[in-house]
């Protein structure tokens, strides 16, 4: 009997400090991914607009996906964090950065994939610095002329992105940020406009029915 | 009139004219009737068979009428008869007497035997009659159809003698629902083992299974042809676009002259298939449907033919950029589907693959071509039970528990597997993501206001304008293009200039209508054209016309409130209103549902916009405006109410909307309903096919079955020579004939001999192509049959021209009496028009035979007779029209009569 009352102290006092033991790893997992979504929803915050999400905040988002990964490899932590409570705030947390970064196409054109996108950003560059250019020799009403050619270059490349299906957000921003300073600040790249043709057009066309259904009436009783 | 002083004569001896000897000195006080009795022999006919009881309570009822005497109010006649009913056959009657009554009533289960004995009196039916039975009536209108005989006077209809609309066509055969009992039918089902009848029923399920399956294998080879050719065609076109903003190179013109070239080529093919190869495969074909439910006979409308023509046709006409849809076509799609599977054969490639031989008749193949239309509508929407409501409301006459259980399956399955199959195609099996062709999505918002609910009835007032418009410059179109369209050719060339119209306005809206947004990240770049447009801007209303109908809507339905601008909508609304208007009726397959959908939906979506522009208090999504547009517009153009309500709720997979669209469609069905009839009645209308209306047309009651047969009736005897039958075959289109115990050589004779039983044209010639006939002198009997040889002819019978009997065997007699049908209705002549129109829609007959109190044939009255009398409403005045009957050749077969009332 006297044997029985210390064994049982010492399992229980083995088993209240593995417990303990489990809570530091699990705090040190919860404080990691804190810090890393902390720093990944600033730096988003810090390129909504322009959007440059997705080649700025990639490195944060890898920290804050290895962070939940470790909380998930964790068997026991996983239970506690994840599961163990009805707000979930860390599983709603990833959910929604995930979800986010997917809409925006993010995957598309940062980490591996951001070469990809180089050359869609050289050619953004030289527009702009063209754009800059004339300013400078305040020459602006040369500029649908010379960066004509640089400007198309730019538009066809986006949209065979575009139809890969490449392109991400930040792309898609960055070309229309482009597009309208092009268009209306410069006021180039105005489609030309055949209002005479496509008039003539309508009224021809529109006559076309007209004198079909008058023939039908007059010619056949 | 003595017919009171004669009654108690008859209630001495109710069975007076069984025997000759006073047959020959009838107590009918009518000198007209006593004139047209024909002599009838003394020899009494051997062929009859004890009848059931139920017969004989109806006879016992039918003869105390007949002892009424007939000056009595009609409240009277009721009580007495009401007495009269609740005893059984009277007891003091002899057994000798009974069994005369017995005998007498072989041949046919009498209904609603109130005779009268003054129907006679009556007369035929004429105008002269109406005018005074219906008092009420316009003096004008009494007068200028005095005279019956005059051709077109009388028809002073609301549509005039020249209008279609005013005739109904005697080309249409009804179907025969009801089902043939016989001798020969009754021994086989006696005969059959309890293994057959389960395994009948477990091939009813099977069949129900393989519709489902087969519907939506065709509704995936439509959407998947429509993707492909779209994909094509818009490719070619943004490549054309984007190489012609540069001016130099190309002019603005060229892009579109390349979309209405490739346009004009699909519509071509789609017309050429109907106009040229099977012209019943235009439109939607839901009224040809309609009509096949109901009981008419559309020729072609359920063949091969006509299915491959629809799918093919659908593909290049929606490809082709008309304002139509797949999704009506789809509808008819599994109709014909239906009624390939389950005959287990087709005729057309004459191949028999000897299963489902059970299901060989008109009664069986209706109900699974009701499963067939219910899984085209599962297939287009992802609306199972909306399929089954729509096979309820649109279609089936004669509903029974079982039938809609089965309709069910099959619209389940139907849905299952098209989700299943194009989920596989799109890339991820199992998602289950596609329940139906057009599918609106899932709307993530769906809460409305109560004020809202105002005005959601009052788009439900505009719908209901809108669509009365819409089918009144519709139908105006169809007569001219009936009148005018008199060449094959023609009709292909107005396709022509509808789809080169069409692609014009389309394209000049995108023009001169700019409404410019950036892109999206995820847009789809097909469809996205720059057109006017800032460079990286691209126009709404280019997207709006380019891409799928299917996707169009979702657009409208779920698109933030900035995608599309006012202008856009307005411009899209009214060119897609005017539009499918116009494509309506032209000879290509055309859906009305997707068309009208988006017209409703730009224009919802447009009071939407505006609302939030200019109200101050909350107010929904455009979204829901849009919705709701869609479906009073729907509703105003269709007046289909409770299955559209139920297929939008599942299409939108959302039940918080039914109280709304609910109340919206009530309103456009009310508002739509006061100008004219939804657009498929009304095209039935303009097909003058005889189709039966729900209930009889009100103020009808005056009428009785003694005005409207037909008379004299041509009968046969039950054992006849092959000689007068092909004689009579021959010579007449009639397709039912009464088998009587006597034909009277006076060809004016008013009635015939007693009533045994029916027997149909088709019979007849089965039973001279089998040569079932014998040798009087030596007994020889020639062919056999068995019920199974009328099973394998169904349902293409050979014309009575293409059987060929020798000469020598014209002397040879028929005996019928082992295959007249033995139980048909009939009705006494002095049942109310309402009460016959009830029978004949319920039980879907095809020949109702009229006797007069004897028991004797006097009249036969067939699905035209009720049918001609139509309702016609206009501005809240109603009455009852009649309808002249007109044959292939254009000629009025029946003089024209007319009776019109006002409330």
């Known amino acids: ?221 | 009139m003595s017919d009171t002083e004669k009654e108690p004569l008859l209630l001495v001896n109710p069975a007076t004219d069984l025997t000759p000897e006073e047959t020959e000195n009838p107590p009918e006080p009518d000198p007209q009737t006593e004139n047209v009795d024909p002599p009838v022999s003394t020899q009494p006919d051997k062929a009859q068979t004890l009848p059931r009881t139920s017969r004989q309570l109806s006879f016992s009822f039918q003869e105390r009428a007949r002892t009424l005497p007939s000056r009595q109010t009609s409240d009277e006649k009721t009580r007495i008869l009401d007495q009269s009913f609740a005893k059984t056959l009277p007891s003091r009657q002899t057994s000798d007497e009974k069994t005369r009554i017995l005998d007498q009533s072989f041949g046919g289960t009498t209904c609603y035997g109130t005779s009268a004995p003054d129907a006679h009196h009556r007369g035929n039916y004429n105008v002269e009659n109406l005018g005074t039975i219906q008092s009420g009536f316009k003096k004008r209108i009494g007068k200028r159809c005095r005279n019956p005989k005059h051709r077109h006077m009388s028809l002073s209809t609301h549509h005039g003698p020249d209008d279609p609309r005013s005739y109904l066509s005697s080309n249409y055969e009804s179907l025969n629902y009801d089902t043939v009992e016989n001798d020969l039918t009754l021994q086989s089902e006696t005969k059959r083992e309890y293994k057959r009848f389960s395994s009948t029923s477990f091939n009813r399920w099977l069949v129900c299974f393989l519709i489902g399956v087969f519907t939506a294998c065709t509704a995936v080879v439509v959407d998947i042809g429509i993707e492909r050719l779209s994909e094509v065609k818009l490719d070619l076109v943004r490549k054309y676009m984007l190489k012609c903003l540069n001016k130099d190179v190309c002019s603005v013109l060229m892009p579109w002259l390349v979309w209405a070239g490739l346009n004009i080529a699909f519509c071509v093919v789609a017309s050429i298939l109907i106009a040229f190869i099977e012209p019943v495969a235009a439109g939607s074909g839901i009224p040809e449907i309609k009509c096949y439910l109901n009981g008419v006979k559309i020729p072609r409308v359920v063949r091969i033919k006509t299915l491959l023509c629809k799918v093919t046709g659908i593909i290049a006409a929606v490809s082709g950029g008309l304002a139509c849809g797949k999704e009506g076509p789809m509808i008819h799609s599994g109709a014909v589907v239906a009624a390939g599977v389950s005959q287990g054969r087709s005729t057309t490639f004459a191949c028999d693959c000897k299963v489902f031989k059970e299901f060989r008749c008109d009664h069986v193949k209706r109900d699974f071509i009701a499963c067939g239309a219910a899984a085209g509508v599962a297939a287009a929407f992802g609306a199972p039970i909306g399929g089954v409501l729509f096979a309820l409301e649109e279609g089936a006459s004669f509903w029974n528990q079982s039938l809609t259980w089965r309709i069910f399956f099959s619209s389940l399955v139907s849905s299952f597997f098209l989700n299943t199959i194009l989920s596989t195609y799109k890339g991820s099996p199992g998602d289950l993501s596609n329940p139906g062709l057009a599918n609106f999505g899932l709307f993530e918002i769906s809460n409305y206001e109560w004020y809202e609910l105002i005005i959601f009835i009052i788009m439900g007032v505009v719908g209901g304008l809108l669509g009365a418009l819409f089918n009144y410059i519709n139908i105006q179109l169809s007569l001219f293009r009936q009148r005018h369209m008199k060449y094959r050719i023609l009709k292909v060339f107005e396709v022509v200039v509808v789809a080169f119209t069409t692609t014009a306005v389309g394209f000049c809206a995108m023009y001169f209508v700019e409404d410019c947004t950036y892109a999206q990240v995820k847009d789809t770049e097909l469809y996205n054209l720059q057109m006017q447009c800032d460079s990286g801007q691209y126009n709404s209303l280019a997207t709006l016309f380019l891409q799928s109908p299917e996707s169009t809507v979702k657009d409208l339905l779920h698109s933030p409130i900035d995608k599309f601008s006012w202008k856009s909508l307005l411009t899209f609304s009214i060119i897609y209103y005017c539009m499918s208007v116009w494509t309506y009726g032209l000879a290509v397959a055309s859906g009305l549902f997707m068309p009208s959908l988006l017209t409703g939906a730009a224009y919802g979506r447009l009071i939407g916009v505006l609302l939030h522009y200019i109200s101050s208090v909350t107010i929904s999504e455009p979204g829901i405006y849009a919705l709701i547009g869609a479906a009073s517009f729907l509703g105003g153009v269709t007046r289909m109410t409770i299955s559209l309500t139920v297929i939008i709720m599942e299409a939108t997979r959302n039940i918080t909307f039914g109280l709304p669209i609910m109340m919206t469609l009530v309103t456009a069905r009310f508002v739509g309903n006061y100008f004219n009839e939804g657009l498929y009645d009304e095209h039935i209308n303009l097909k003058q096919v005889p189709m039966l209306p729900w209930d009889p047309p009100v103020k009808s009651f005056r009428l009785t079955a003694g005005n409207i047969k037909s008379t004299p009736v041509k009968c046969f005897k039950a054992i006849e020579s092959v000689e007068t039958v092909v004689r009579m075959l021959k010579r007449t289109t009639h397709n039912g004939f009464p088998v009587v115990t006597q034909v009277p050589t006076d060809p004016d004779a008013k009635h015939f001999g007693q009533f045994m039983g029916l027997i149909t044209r088709e019979q007849l010639i089965l039973l001279l192509i089998k040569r079932v006939y014998f040798n009087e002198s030596t007994m020889n009997v020639y062919g056999d049959i068995a019920v199974d040889d009328f099973r394998d002819m169904y349902p293409r019978y050979p014309d009575i021209e293409e059987v060929d009997i020798p000469q020598e065997h014209m002397k040879m007699k028929i005996d019928l009496r082992q295959f007249i049908n033995l139980s048909p209705y009939t009705c006494n002549e002095s049942v109310s028009f309402a009460r016959l129109f009830n029978l004949f829609r319920s039980m879907g007959l095809r020949h109702l035979v009229i006797v007069n109190e004897n028991n004797k044939a006097v009249g036969i009255v067939t699905r035209k007779d009720l049918a001609k009398f139509r309702k016609w409403r206009k501005q809240g005045s109603s009455g009852v029209q009649q309808l002249g009957i007109v044959s292939e050749d254009g000629n009025l077969d029946d003089e024209t009569e007319c009776c019109q009332g006002h409330s």
């Not at chain 1, 810090?46 to 944060?60: A, G, L, M, S």
């Not at chain 1, 890969?164 to 092009?182: I, V």
């Not at chain 1, 003539?200 to 008058?214: D, H, Q």
Request: aromatic share 12%.
């Open chain 1, 1 to 221: 009997m006297q044997y029985i009352i210390p064994l049982v102290f010492i399992v229980c006092s083995a088993a209240l400090s593995f417990e303990t033991k489990l809570e530091q790893e699990c705090s040190q997992l919860q404080l990691q991914f804190a810090s890393a979504s902390s720093d990944f929803t600033t730096c988003l915050g810090k390129n909504t607009k322009p959007v440059r999400i997705c080649v700025t905040c990639f490195d944060y988002y890898q920290e804050v996906n290895s962070s939940f990964a470790n909380i998930t490899t964790n068997l026991n932590c996983s239970t506690l964090l994840l599961e163990s409570d009805n707000a979930m705030v860390i599983q709603r947390l990833w959910d929604s950065y995930t979800n986010m970064w997917s809409s925006a196409l993010c995957d598309t054109c940062s980490g591996l994939t951001e070469n990809r996108t180089h050359e869609f950003r050289n050619k953004t560059e030289e527009v702009l610095d063209c754009f800059w250019q004339n300013e400078k020799k305040h020459t602006p009403e040369l500029i649908c002329v010379e960066c004509g050619k640089k400007y198309d270059d730019l538009l066809n490349l986006f949209k065979s992105l575009q139809g890969y299906g490449y392109a991400c957000a930040d792309l898609a921003d960055s070309m229309n940020s482009t597009a309208q300073t092009w268009s209306v600040k410069y006021q180039c790249g105005h489609p030309p406009v055949e209002y005479v043709p496509v008039l003539a057009m309508t009224i021809g066309i529109s006559l076309l029915p007209v004198v079909f259904y008058s023939a039908l009436w007059k010619f056949i009783p």
